[in-house]
């Protein structure tokens, strides 16, 4: 089968190849893979930002396979796996979703019949992320006030939708050429952040969501009420430590502050999926896709997430 790899790190390195396709084990799922999409993590882990060498080799990746999020239909079911058939349109996550075939065993549920395998394809990492984000660690209530930074890309295009069906009131932040796109998701208030500064607002939120990260502790503190929680999501590109550039100066400065800074790496779980999928059945959430690119420009797909001014999710169509 078809699977993309790289042997270095760098722009422009990933390439197709054939590999072994796998075979399911008694617990798992085999899923011919129909769309998939790009995240930031992907994209570190192929540019070799250090903390990704730390992990995966420092000179050339140990693991050359990339990729976490799949849609697409169960071709095969181990002997113990009673809930999934062939034939069944699926979504998920799991690691090196890029290629033609995945074993999955957590981190799967029934694709929602009223969005595409592209829609689906582009859920795992960044649905997640907003679910477990607004919900466990920021525990937004109904009525609460919730900004959320970085609204329009992938975590934050599912955040806008999720906050709004957790019953909070939700300020966005994004810039010009996605007001109407954040807007049309639901958000009560979308603020530009080129026109105006969103931490000069007179505004208190009890949850702010900070997914771009781009305004430092000092400037987000204003905008807090007194028991308020920051969950960080994620920050600006860096070479070294990525978004850690970000997140490390925010949890230390924050140490002594009456609110609450939380930071966490999202899991795929099966549960969480099925809370996708019912959100997603129930027309309360939609992923939103700019732009669909086929399995052989994924390179191209890479390059514009790099830019770091990607718009909702970019998926990717493997058959
Ligand atoms: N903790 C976790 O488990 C987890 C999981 C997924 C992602 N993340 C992290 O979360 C971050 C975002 O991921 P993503 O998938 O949403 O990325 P993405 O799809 O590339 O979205 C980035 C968005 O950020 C916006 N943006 C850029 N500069 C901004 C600024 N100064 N103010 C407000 N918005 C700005 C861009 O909009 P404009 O073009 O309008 O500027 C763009 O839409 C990344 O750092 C990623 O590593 C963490």
């Known amino acids: 089968m078809k699977a993309v790899v790289f042997h270095s790190y760098g722009m422009d ?3 197709i190849e054939e590999v072994e396709k796998p075979t399911p084990k008694e617990n798992e799922v085999l899923v011919k893979v129909c769309a998939t999409s790009v995240n930031p993590a992907e994209w570190y882990g192929m540019s070799g930002m250090f903390l990704a060498r730390l992990g995966n080799g420092l000179f050339k990746p140990k693991d ?4 976490a999020d799949f ?24 690691s090196g979703a890029y290629t033609e075939y995945v074993c999955v065993q957590k981190g799967i549920a029934r694709k929602p019949a009223n969005i595409t395998f592209e829609q689906a394809g582009s ?56 007001v109407e796109m954040v807007r049309s998701l639901g958000a009560d208030l979308v603020i530009d952040y080129t026109k105006e500064d969103f931490t000069r607002t007179r505004q208190r939120y009890d949850l702010f969501l900070d997914v771009a990260g781009s305004r430092s502790w000092i400037e987000c503190r204003r905008i807090l009420t007194p028991k308020a929680t920051v969950v960080i999501i994620g920050g600006p590109k860096g070479k070294v430590i ?17 609110q609450k800074v939380v930071f966490f790496i999202a899991n795929f779980n099966r549960e969480d999926m099925e809370v996708m999928r019912k959100l997603m ?4 959430v939609k992923p939103v896709i700019d732009r669909i690119y086929p399995l052989n420009q994924i390179n191209e797909a890479m ?17």
């Open 281 to 284: 059945e129930s027309g309360k």
């Open 13 to 15: 390195v990933l390439k």
């Open 242 to 258: 990525g978004p850690l550039k970000h997140i490390i100066p925010m949890r230390l400065f924050s140490m002594r502050a009456s």
């Open 123 to 178: 859920v795992a990492i960044a649905g997640l992320t907003a679910l477990q984000g607004l919900r466990d660690h920021g525990n937004l209530q109904p009525g609460q006030k919730v900004l959320i930074n970085g609204a329009s890309g992938g975590v934050g295009t599912f955040a806008v939708q999720i906050a709004k069906a957790l019953g909070a009131e939700v300020t966005a932040v994004c810039s010009t050429k996605n």
């Open 303 to 319: 390059s514009y997430l790099g830019t770091g001014h990607a718009k909702a999710k970019i998926a990717v169509t493997i058959q």
């Open 71 to 94: 849609a697409g239909i169960v071709e095969a079911v181990g002997r113990d796996v009673t809930d999934f058939k062939p034939g069944d349109e699926v979504f998920g996550g799991r």
């Open 64 to 67: 050359n396979r990339l990729g």
